[in-house]
């Protein structure tokens, strides 16, 4: 399939809308280490299949944690790391089934809303009183496979878990690359097999990575000027943003 046959079955309105999708996750993605696929999928999926989004998002978190791996390795929380992917190699299975075989806009909004209420307490002050123990870490992880396998937010629970935490911007960061880069790694494997991955995805995606690294790149140098306050905030501010756009997705495509 050549690109001109891929991209014209789309209007001049809907690839802007997806070149601007893609950039905004893109920032997002090198700002804070997340958001990408929530806000990849959102506006992809306004005109297009929504599970060809999904595909085409997981490819490219593989894609944006290889290229961020260097600058963040040294802050990885390895250990967090495995646990909350213990957690997920069990739930996305079941998230990936429901992507497959089931409509995804119950699913989205319980995710989208869970991330509200929950980001609304944060910024009203909650914080965990204890660090989380290792099934507790692990049982984030099962609900963050289950929702990356059905809607692509799977990093959503996890960013509201490690905030809650209290831990350093630059560990909250660096531990959500690489939990992404294995977790969309086992999500492609299942999408394979639902026959979901295909060779158009990997096209999509090869057009698309010039305006990944620009974005990318514009967000990590945001990120390097943030203080610990200002990233915590902006982080919250982003997760209420992907919530909202979660229900409104919801609702746009009921109506």
């Known amino acids: 399939m050549s690109v001109a046959e891929l991209y014209s079955e789309f209007s001049p309105v809907a690839l802007a809308i997806m070149a601007v999708g893609l950039l905004l996750a893109s920032l997002a993605r090198g700002y804070s280490g997340f958001g990408f696929s929530a806000l990849l999928v959102a506006s992809w999926s306004l005109v297009t299949d929504p599970s060809k989004a999904v595909a085409l998002a997981l490819v490219m978190e593989v894609t944006a944690s290889i290229v961020q791996a260097y600058s963040v390795w040294p802050a990885i929380r390895w250990r ?12 996305t299975p079941f998230g990936v089934w429901l992507l497959a075989h089931q409509p995804a806009n119950l699913m989205r909004l319980g995710v989208a809303s869970f991330v509200l209420v929950m980001t609304v307490a944060l910024l009203a002050g909650f914080k965990l009183k204890r660090s989380a123990t290792s099934a507790e870490t692990a049982v984030i992880g099962v609900v963050s496979g289950v929702a990356n396998g059905a809607v692509a937010m799977g990093g959503l ?24 880069f294995l ?28 305006l990944l690294v620009t974005g990318m790149w514009l967000g990590t140098r945001h990120f390097f000027g943030a203080t610990a306050e200002s990233f915590r905030r902006t982080t919250l501010w982003l997760l209420i943003g992907l919530g909202l756009i979660g229900i409104g997705q919801v609702v746009f495509t009921a109506n």
């Open 80 to 91: 967090r790391v495995w646990l909350l992917l213990g957690g997920a190699v069990m739930g």
């Open 183 to 210: 977790l969309d790694l086992i999500g492609i494997g299942f999408l394979a097999h639902e026959r979901i991955l295909g060779q158009e995805t990997f096209v999509h995606a090869i057009v698309a990575f010039p």
């Open 157 to 180: 629970p996890v960013a509201i878990f490690l905030s809650a935490d209290g831990d350093s911007p630059a560990r909250i960061r660096a531990s959500l690359i690489a939990y992404f």
